[in-house]
């Protein structure tokens, strides 16, 4: 029976981002992280009796901006809905969201996938909804006796992103994930820090099994609140393989016509989801339209203004670094995860370096730079001039690839002087002069006997000995000779 | 100091800018009817007398520097206890907020400071708003002061009855179905609600946020007008208000309405209507034609009011309010669960469920409780479409009535109330008994339109009748030019309740 069983899970995604606004999304509190428990509240976000929020245009031109890059249908008009349901670290008890008009609807986006066996495909994930609604407080369990509750986060904008449950498994949720973590903060919507709790996921899960000519599905488990992409994984993982065996031990009983929805929640500690509630007993959240706020009128003018402010996104900026400067789909991947670093690289070319040449100072020391400090490559403060002028002394072989590293990690480091000042002054640049490099490899030769004995002969320690008297010469010469040179004039002197 | 309790605010303010009397005195004069009369009446929830004196001593100090103090400069008025002010306690006369104290102050009341009024305390009310006589109050029923056994109306009650009684000249209140405009009818006093959205909304609590409007009560129409003015207009912290500018109401309350057509809505004037108010009411519309004003008849379908065979009354309007109000209620007072303020429980023994639906028993009333239960009840899934959305579709039909009424006429003259005031406990037991004291009221707060009532004579019984003068939204002008035109020609404002501190 096992032999013709096909199971395919079946995985839609919840995300949501908090926007990076200055201000909360209905009261001028800062939008800030990290503080001294309520320091940032109001009597609008603290839910005092007769404060009234007044909407942040700001959140919602972000919101926007997501939307429209999600290909998703921004309406002319949408509205503000209270979701009423009693938790301590909602201070009103009610939550100000978008029920029946979201901001954006029936979106999509594509997401590179790498397969098992290396090879990446773009999956189109999908989007159902995109709404704005303020987030929630957070309950402190670990001050003092008892809970607190710290309202700093209450009325942070928070974008609500459902996808379509067109997601077939880990690697595909995983990369539709990243890919919207990638987005945002491409986009300068949000910082999408997971560690800050400003990118959650709530994925839903269940199984299509296809078994003797019949179909089976699964009940759908969602999980709430997932803060890290490792959390999320496990916990996909974890699902398919107990909702298998759970079909397998009783595939009439263990289905979605029978257990409907049901809500597991993720143990951290087990790795491993457990049993919460029936969807059935969820609450009634008594949607209706909030009547403190006035509806959100959306015109042409606005949406193109916010629209024109996207420029080009990841995938498409992928595909022109391929097609327009040859590059490998890897390395057009590793400098398309911010805009920043594309954009530097942009800048570099259009100086009229040659990309190739940039993209190895952007990945090399760069991407060695950017990872020590933890930010993009875009951000270690090399200008676009300085990498084109770099990259063209490289070219015109002016200084060789290690000297050019050693000035890229100097402009990285914040050195004001332009790469050729550099190279002057710290003595970088290629020695030419063919007498001085016939001194240095002489002189490597007298030193080294036993070495250009090795290098001659016909032994294994031939070539160890030929690099070993190559870097006596690039010793003596302070990294500046061409290696080529050396090389070449090295084994005309050995023969 | 009995003068200076019985001026109207803008005699008072004039007499205190004239120097005949001192801001000092005149607050004084207050805080001593308040001492000598609130034992019979309970206007009051709390009084702030050293802040009172301090604030009118310090006007008292700015005239005599000198300089301008304002609209409303040295004049006393009362709030109700539903405002906030960063000073004193913001009760809403409920258990639930006994000791909430507001960090900020509502903006119609920064306003009134801003103009030079002395803020004498807070007013009591039924609970959150929610009643019509004030007997749902937690603190004690508000007394009338034409008749201690009778109740005042309310909510705004204790604005009412403090106004009449001249424990004070002028007070805020705030109308969400007639909480103004009943109690004023009862009380014989001025009660004015303007267009929804006029008066910002911040720092009032709410009740039904789509209804819920401050407004004055005053002892005549032209100090309607002059409050009016100062707390009107547009506040960036509340998104419904009105970005339109304010006309100075009071400078042209004078000036007649002319040519002046007024709608007598036919669906109003039937049997369901107590004899003596109708009559009343037709005398008035009679003075007005004797001075020029035509008489026309306008229909509002949908407000109409119907006689079953017991001869209970029911109304579309009364319906639709109730489901729109007390949806909007249970989703306001959601956040009174004794978590940050407010009430809460000693008995919970660390379970936060029983904790917040403990907190809620013991913390509010139960006339909070009944509409805070039926609001869930119509927001339910399965039940939202047939209650709260319905509800709304018939509320645009009672405004659409009113916008071709008004196509007709410049105002509507009609009932403020069904009756006059009425005994307490009379109602109490019976809340579809009570909540038919708005049957005449609570239409326009659905339209979202301007409404005043003002005392064009007494009962019988020596009660006071109201006459509800209303008009198109942002017509506030043309409401209180009308009210002003009748004022003048009739002697109605001429008498006294029985309790009066003058």
Redesign the interface.
């Known amino acids: 029976m096992s032999d013709d069983v096909i199971i395919t899970p079946i995985i839609g995604l919840e995300i949501h981002v908090e926007l990076a606004t200055a201000t909360k999304m209905f009261c001028r509190c800062a939008n800030r992280f990290g503080d001294e428990p309520n320091t940032h509240v109001c009597p609008v976000c603290l839910g005092l009796p007769g404060a009234l929020p007044v909407m942040n245009a700001a959140a919602v031109e972000l919101a926007m901006t997501v939307a429209l890059a999600l290909d998703c249908t921004v309406p002319d008009f949408t509205k503000w809905d209270r979701k009423g349901y009693y938790y301590p670290d909602l201070p009103k008890n009610y939550q100000i969201s978008q029920y029946d008009l979201p901001l954006g609807a029936r979106g999509r986006l594509a997401v590179p996938v790498t397969g098992d066996d290396g090879v990446v495909t773009t999956k189109t994930v999908r989007v159902k909804r995109a709404h704005l609604e303020e987030d929630a407080g957070k309950n402190i369990h670990d001050r003092g006796a008892g809970t607190g509750v710290d309202l700093n986060r209450a009325g942070v904008p928070l974008l609500e992103i459902v996808s379509e449950p067109d997601m077939n498994g880990v690697a595909e949720l995983l990369a539709y994930a990243r890919a919207m973590q990638r987005l945002v903060r491409w986009l300068g919507a949000s910082e999408a820090n997971m560690q800050m709790g400003q990118m959650r996921f709530e994925p839903n899960i269940n199984l299509n099994i296809e078994s003797g000519g019949r179909t089976y599905k699964t009940p759908i488990v969602e999980v709430k609140n997932l803060n890290s992409f490792r959390a999320l994984e496990r916990t996909c993982a974890f699902e398919i393989q107990r909702q298998t065996a759970e079909w397998r031990k009783d595939p009439e009983g263990f289905s979605l016509e029978t257990l409907g929805k049901q809500n597991r929640g993720y143990d951290d500690a087990g790795e491993k989801t457990v049993f919460q509630r029936e969807k059935e007993e969820a609450h009634d959240y008594r949607y209706f339209p909030d009547p403190d706020l006035v509806p959100v009128t959306i015109s042409d003018d606005w949406r193109e203004t916010v629209g024109g402010t996207i420029g080009e996104l990841p995938l498409a900026r992928r595909q022109r670094f391929c097609d327009a400067y040859g590059l490998a789909p890897a390395e057009a991947d590793a400098l398309t995860q911010d805009a920043a670093t594309g954009d530097l690289l942009d800048a570099a070319v259009a100086t009229g370096a040659e990309p190739k040449r940039c993209v190895n100072l952007l990945l090399g020391r760069g991407a060695a730079m950017a990872n020590e400090r933890d930010c993009a490559i875009g951000a270690l403060g090399v200008t676009g001039v300085a990498l084109g002028a770099l990259a063209q002394m490289i070219d015109a072989g002016e200084v060789n690839a290690t000297a050019g590293e050693k000035i890229f990690a100097a402009l990285a480091d914040g050195d004001a002087d332009s790469p050729r000042q550099i190279a002057e002054r710290d003595g970088l640049l290629a020695v030419r002069d063919s007498g001085q490099l016939a001194a240095w490899v002489d002189a490597a030769i007298a030193a080294n006997p036993q070495a250009v004995a090795d290098a001659t002969g016909d032994g294994k320690k031939q070539k160890k000995a030929f690099g070993f008297l190559m870097g006596q010469v690039m010793q003596k010469s302070r990294g500046a000779a061409q290696p080529s040179e050396v090389q070449k004039l090295l084994s005309e002197k050995l023969s | 100091m009995t003068d200076a309790l019985d001026m109207t605010a803008t005699q008072l303010r004039d007499a205190i800018a004239a120097g005949d009397v001192s801001a000092g005195e005149a607050t004084r004069a207050c805080l001593d009817a308040i001492e000598r009369t609130d034992g019979q009446l309970a206007c009051f929830n709390e009084v702030y007398a050293d802040r009172a004196t301090q604030q009118a001593d310090r006007i008292d100090q700015r005239l005599a520097a000198g300089e301008s103090v304002g609209a409303l400069g040295g004049v006393p008025v009362a709030v109700k206890d539903?405002?906030?002010t960063a000073y004193g306690r913001?009760t809403?006369a409920s258990r639930m907020?006994a000791e909430?104290r507001?960090?900020?102050t509502?903006t119609a009341v920064t306003k009134l400071e801003a103009a030079g009024a002395v803020i004498l305390g807070k007013t009591n009310m039924d609970e959150f708003a929610m009643g019509s006589s004030t007997e749902h109050s937690a603190v004690a029923p508000t007394r009338n002061p034409w008749d201690t056994s009778r109740v005042p109306g309310g909510s705004s009650g204790g604005s009412a009855a403090a106004v009449a009684s001249r424990q004070c000249p002028a007070a805020l209140g705030s109308d969400t179905g007639g909480s103004i405009r009943q109690p004023a009818a009862l009380c014989g006093v001025v009660g004015f609600k303007p267009t929804y959205g006029r008066v910002s909304?911040?720092?009032?609590?709410?009740f039904?946020?789509?209804l819920d409007q401050i407004g004055p009560v005053t002892r005549d129409v032209r100090d309607a007008a002059l409050l009016s003015a100062v707390i009107a207009g547009h506040d960036?912290?509340?998104?419904?208000s009105i970005d339109r500018p304010v006309p100075d109401y009071a400078a042209d309350v004078h000036t007649p309405v002319e040519p002046l057509r007024i709608g007598m809505p036919r669906e109003w004037f039937t049997d369901a209507l107590d004899g003596e108010i109708a009559a009343a009411l037709r005398r008035a519309a009679k003075t007005y034609e004797r001075h020029g004003a035509e008489l026309v008849h306008v229909s509002l379908p949908h407000s109409r009011i119907d006689v079953a065979d017991d001869g209970a009354l029911s109304s579309y309007a009364v319906s639709c309010y109730y489901i729109v109000c007390m949806?909007?209620a249970?989703?306001n007072l959601?956040?009174y669960?004794g978590?940050?303020?407010g009430h809460r429980t000693d008995q919970a023994g660390g379970d936060?469920v029983e904790m917040?639906c403990r907190s809620r028993a013991e913390g509010f009333g139960e006339e909070v409780k009944r509409r805070v239960m039926l609001g869930?009840y119509t927001?339910?899934?399965g039940y939202?479409d047939a209650y709260?959305n319905k509800a709304l579709k018939v509320r645009r039909l009672i405004a659409r009535d009113f916008q071709q009424a008004f196509e007709r006429c410049d105002v509507l003259l009609c009932p403020a109330t069904p009756s006059v005031a009425f005994e307490l406990g009379s109602k109490t037991d019976d809340p579809m008994a009570m909540y038919l004291q708005d049957i005449y009221t609570n239409s326009l707060n659905l339209a979202g339109l301007p409404g005043l009532s003002l005392p064009i004579a007494l009962s019988d019984s020596g009660l006071p009748i109201g006459m509800q003068l209303i008009g198109p939204a942002l017509g506030e002008q043309t409401v209180l030019r009308a009210a002003r035109m009748y004022e003048t020609i009739s002697d109605a404002a001429d008498h006294k309740p029985s309790v009066t501190a003058s």
């Open positions: 539903n405002m906030c913001t809403c907020l909430f507001a960090p900020y509502a909304r911040y720092g009032l609590v709410a039904g946020s789509s960036p912290h509340d998104s419904t949806a909007e249970s989703s959601a956040r669960d978590v940050q303020y936060i917040l869930t927001l339910s899934a939202y709260y």
